[in-house]
């Protein structure tokens, strides 16, 4: 009797592709659920310096500086969670790099511009920026990030340029993503050079937070 022929299997160029897939699928997941994490602690730390200011005896204390200075310093020590969403905005956004062949670097791109783009917000997202709450992840940083600054305040105002720039690269990114077949490949290079431009303004954002601290 012949032998059964034993199950064909894939190439292992092939199974390399699937394994790097599936990979990629696994940590993009987990990205996304950091950022879930974020969102929600950020909205925590805007509360911060109303939940923690000290008694306004302390601020007449020998030795103690005034409540503001005390609030300054709990910022400058919450400030790995105030700029974790940047991080990993950041992190999606060379992912998305990476994955510029496939379906879902649509999906990452919203994801990593944190309803900052006001056109790519789901319904519900856009009935609570209607009623007048903030959703922008990036402007709600700024907004804690400068809390204790003046209203014109050099570092307050040039993080909210750097803001503003950031917001016009992730449009624009967006608006070429949706109109460019990535497939092709001299419009797949211009889609990662914005890419590129757009990591560039958000290091360039993360300093302008950083300088308000």
């Given at each position: 009797?012949?032998?059964f022929p034993s199950p064909s299997k894939p190439p292992?160029?092939?199974?390399k592709l699937l394994?790097?897939?599936q990979e990629n699928h696994l940590y993009l997941t987990s990205q996304i659920s950091i950022y879930r994490r974020d969102a929600a602690l950020l909205s925590f730390l805007t509360l911060v310096p109303f939940l923690s200011q000290p008694a306004p005896a302390t601020a007449f204390s020998i030795g103690i500086s005034g409540p503001k200075d005390w609030l300054k310093e709990q910022k400058k020590k919450a400030s790995k969670f105030?700029?974790?969403p940047i991080d990993a905005s950041r992190e999606i956004l060379r992912s998305a790099y990476l994955l510029l062949r496939i379906e879902e670097f649509q999906r990452l791109l919203r994801s990593a511009a944190r309803d900052c783009i006001p056109q790519e917000r789901n319904s519900f997202v856009a009935f609570q920026a209607n009623t007048g709450v903030e959703v922008c992840t990036f402007r709600l940083i700024v907004k804690n990030a400068s809390s204790l600054l003046d209203k014109e305040d050099p570092a307050k105002l040039e993080a909210e340029a750097?803001?503003?720039d950031l917001i016009r690269s992730f449009t624009s990114l967006n608006g070429l993503a949706n109109e460019t077949d990535i497939q092709v490949t001299s419009n797949r290079k211009k889609v990662a050079d914005a890419?590129?431009?757009t990591i560039s303004s958000l290091n360039k954002?993360?300093?302008?937070v950083k300088d308000c601290l």
């Open positions: 009797m012949l032998p292992i160029s092939k199974q394994t790097k897939r105030l700029l974790a750097m803001l503003n890419l590129t431009n954002f993360e300093l302008g």
